[in-house]
T-cell receptor, first 116, second 110 residues
């Protein structure tokens, strides 16, 4: 497909477990973003990549959260020692260039994480 | 930091016009974007304003006043499929990092 792909679409885990969420951006898009959305809220910024490097990780809530993008394409969001408060939809978005061009991000449908 | 205010919910009938206001407080400002999100779906881009004035895209229009830190999204000729949540978002730095408002849920009734 041509859009942003996220897997898994749903993940149920137990408190304390480790979770990985994957994002496959649109081919050729150099910028990649992770957001978190709780029910009834707007997306909340977590981290932004330009190519392979994290350009801005100011939204990561604590050191249990980590994200990588080793080859400048697919990205993985990793959450250690999950807590019930981590339950949310994790959205990935990409954009075709890293310079500012007009606010359009292309979002995937998200990975819904439920921590029991 | 950044904060954005928008109404939580709006209800209207098919064929009507709805205006969703967004006020923002930011340190720095590049532009204001609007996104639509259906339940369980991905946010999708609707419009972007960097300069004052009205941008029209089909049935949807967006307005920005930088001096008032205010914008709105206008939905015309409402259709049932327009029932969704609408988010305003500000860009405050290069790199297209967006800060979103809490969203306005629009319910269109027959």
């Amino acid at each position: 497909g041509a859009g942003v792909s996220q897997t898994p679409s749903n993940k149920v885990t137990e408190k304390g477990k480790y979770v990985e969420l994957r994002c496959d951006p649109i081919s050729g898009h150099t910028a990649l973003y992770w957001y978190r959305q709780s029910l009834g809220q707007g997306p909340e910024f977590l981290i932004y990549f330009q190519g392979t490097g994290a350009a801005d990780d100011s939204g990561l809530p604590n050191d249990r959260f980590f994200a990588v993008r080793p080859e400048g394409s697919v990205s993985t969001l990793k959450i250690q020692r999950t807590e019930r408060g981590d339950s949310a939809v994790y959205l990935c978005a990409s954009s075709p260039q890293t310079g500012f061009y007009g606010g359009e991000l292309f979002f995937g449908e998200g990975s819904r994480l439920t921590v029991l | 930091g950044q904060s954005l205010e928008q109404p939580s919910e709006v209800t209207a009938v098919e064929g009507a016009i709805v205006q969703i206001n967004c006020t923002y407080q930011t340190s720095g400002f590049y532009g204001l974007s609007w996104y639509q999100q259906h339940d369980g779906g991905a946010p999708t881009f609707l419009s972007y304003n960097a300069l004052d004035g009205l941008e029209e895209t089909g049935r949807f229009s967006s307005f920005l006043s930088r001096s008032d830190s205010y914008g709105y999204l206008l939905l015309q000729e409402l259709q049932m499929k327009d029932s969704a949540s609408y988010f305003c978002a500000v860009s405050v730095a290069a790199g297209n990092k967006l800060t979103f408002g809490g969203g306005t849920r629009v319910l269109v009734k027959p």
